[in-house]
Each structure stands twice: as C-alpha cells, then as structure tokens.
C-alpha cells in the first residue's frame, strides 16, 4: 500500500490526529500488525509537500492537512476520489483537468515519462516528452511541474490545458536539486523557476482592502509596516516576482491599492490604468 496515500485519505477523514493515532492506525493495515516507524511518518510527509504539496501542519500535538483559503486542495479531493466513481463524479473530476492526476501520480510515483499534447493559452499546441515531477495547486487551479523534452528545461503546465496524456514505458532520472517549494518561491501565480527574481514591493491600502489582505496574503513574505498612517491607510512589504500575473492582481483592487514602490512597476500600473480609461472615454 501506498503509505503517502494512506496518510492522506486517514487524515482526511478523521480530520485531526495525534502523531501516535497514526503509527497506531499504519498497525492495523499491517498484515503484520507492526506500527508506522516515525521516521517513516515523517519521511511521507515531507514527500507529500515535495511532491504534490500537500502540507501536513501539526497544531497542538495534532496533525492536519492544511486546506488552502481559496478552496479545499484539488489535488486531495482528487487523490481522494474512489476507484469506479460514478457518471456524475466522473464528469465533475473533468472540472480544470484533475481527472489528469491519478496518470501523473503514477508517472511520478514509478518515474515514468509522459506524452503530452498542450495547448496554452496565447500560443499554438505543442507535443512534448515530460518527466513530471511535482503537482502544484496554485490560487484555484492545479499544475505539474516537471522537465520537458521541447524546451529542454523544467516548465510548470496548467492541467486544464493539457489535451492528452500517454503513459510511456521509457524511466526518467529525476533531478535531484529539484525543490517544488524553492522554484515557486517568488512565485505569486503560476510563473516560476530560477529566473523568476523577487523585488522588494511595496503598496498602500485603505483599510478595507488591509483586512482582506491580512487573511488572503499575496505571497507568504507579505508583512504589514505601517498600521496607523495619517490618512488612515496601510501599507504592506514583501519580496515578490513582478510577473504579468501579479501585475493584473494589482490592477484588480482598482483605486483602493497602490504601489508606491518600484518605481518601475508604479509606471507600468499608471500607464494600463491610463489605458483603460482612454478605452472608456473614447466609448
């Protein structure tokens, strides 16, 4: 049995459990009856944040898996789907390309290649060889990370995009630097990799905007710096990509965030924003 599963689909259902309520519960799968060694424990958890990202937290001695703000994870509530599901659930795990998870765990899981056939967003479709080796939910929607053979590099795909997927018999060598958590680091979206740089950001927000960046955060370096200004906003620092992304997020709020820093970027916001009243006027 797989123990990354078992641990996943055992928490899941029981919501809350102490680190021995699961060595003992691994006992009676057992055929031998013999508890999960805690260093196995520990060895499936980090696995299941590397691979799939699936965080399991620990609370008052209790360990969780940690639901996101956004929605519970896609890549749990697909794991966690059974085995001849129904019509109906079938058709609802097409919903954003999950129903592509179960081949890519198994590709991940025995190292095998995939065929994929992906059609992104602003260009034609392509065939490549992908060596997956991470799945990664990101604001809603779920991507696999992994190396492919058409641009001979690591690239991150939306699992909604992808029009096939082939199961190949050729193994692939996994790169054993490979860190999911370090390549999305500076990420606020779906861009990611060592080129993605992070620059220090800095915005202004008046205080209904403040609350629901306090519980929705942009990025995990996000921290307040000024809570009582003159005029009653609040300003934010955090150290992020200044990817396209990010920028359409920013313009999002409207008037009730600004940038005040980079410069660079207050001028790319300033000028789409100009742009977009022009496109109004001139209605």
């Given at each position: 049995m797989n123990k990354s599963l078992w641990l996943?689909?055992?928490?899941?259902?029981?919501?809350?459990?102490?680190?021995?309520?699961?060595?003992?519960?691994?006992?009676?799968?057992?055929?031998?009856?013999?508890?999960?060694?805690?260093?196995?424990?520990?060895?499936?958890?980090?696995?299941?944040?590397?691979?799939?990202?699936?965080?399991?937290?620990c609370q008052g001695g209790l360990y969780s898996i940690e639901r996101t703000t956004h929605s519970d994870h896609p890549i749990v509530e697909q794991m966690l789907q059974p085995e001849g599901a129904d019509v109906l659930n079938q058709q609802a795990s097409t919903m954003g390309g999950l129903h592509w998870i179960p081949m890519l765990v198994e590709a991940m899981e025995k190292r095998q290649l995939l065929q994929m056939h992906y059609t992104p967003y602003d260009k034609g479709p392509f065939v490549t060889m992908l060596s997956p080796y991470s799945l990664y939910p990101i604001r809603g929607w779920c991507y696999v990370v992994g190396h492919s053979s058409a641009h001979n590099a690591v690239r991150n795909f939306a699992l909604d995009r992808i029009e096939h997927l082939q199961l190949l018999p050729t193994h692939f060598h996994r790169a054993a630097d490979f860190d999911a958590r370090e390549y999305f680091r500076h990420s606020f979206g779906a861009y990611g990799g060592s080129d993605v740089k992070?620059?220090?950001?800095?915005?202004?927000?008046?205080?209904?905007?403040?609350?629901?960046?306090?519980?929705?955060?942009?990025?995990?370096?996000?921290?307040?710096?000024?809570?009582?200004?003159?005029?009653?906003?609040?300003?934010?620092?955090?150290?992020?990509?200044?990817?396209?992304?990010?920028?359409?997020e920013?313009?999002?709020?409207?008037?009730?965030?600004?940038?005040?820093?980079?410069?660079?970027?207050?001028?790319?916001?300033?000028?789409?924003l100009r742009r977009a009243a022009d496109a109004y006027e001139s209605e």
């Open positions: 996943v689909r055992l928490l899941s259902s029981h919501g809350k459990l102490s680190k021995q309520e699961i060595l003992d519960a691994w006992s009676r799968e057992d055929e031998h009856g013999r508890p999960m060694a805690a260093s196995t424990f520990y060895d499936n958890r980090r696995y299941l944040e590397e691979r799939y990202n699936i965080r399991i937290i992070a620059e220090r950001l800095r915005l202004q927000t008046d205080t209904l905007t403040a609350a629901y960046l306090r519980q929705r955060p942009l990025h995990a370096s996000q921290h307040e710096v000024e809570s009582e200004a003159a005029d009653g906003s609040v300003c934010f620092e955090m150290d992020v990509a200044l990817t396209r992304d990010l920028v359409k920013l313009l999002s709020f409207g008037p009730a965030l600004r940038v005040t820093h980079p410069p660079h970027l207050c001028q790319t916001l300033a000028e789409q």
